[in-house]
């Protein structure tokens, strides 16, 4: 079965097939500001239709790389 699925692997990556979800980009500088005017994470989420977690942990990497 490994043969099998690392073979099927080789040949979608030469086709350039997507073989796993897309990454999702989210603007770390929107987030920074919409936080800076006191807008809750859920908020933030909502607003940029993204998940609570993505938006908790992007400013916490934000806040990290400005200390």
Do not use: C, H, N
Request: charged share 40%; hydrophobic share 35%.
């Amino acid at each position: 079965i490994k043969e099998r699925v690392i073979s099927w692997l080789e040949k979608a990556r030469k086709q350039g097939k997507t073989l796993w979800r897309p990454k999702i980009y989210w603007d770390i500088d929107k987030i920074a500001e919409l936080k800076e005017k006191w807008l809750s994470f859920d908020k933030i989420a909502k607003k940029m239709k993204l998940k609570k977690t993505y938006v908790y942990y992007t400013y916490k990497e934000y806040l990290s790389k400005i200390s």
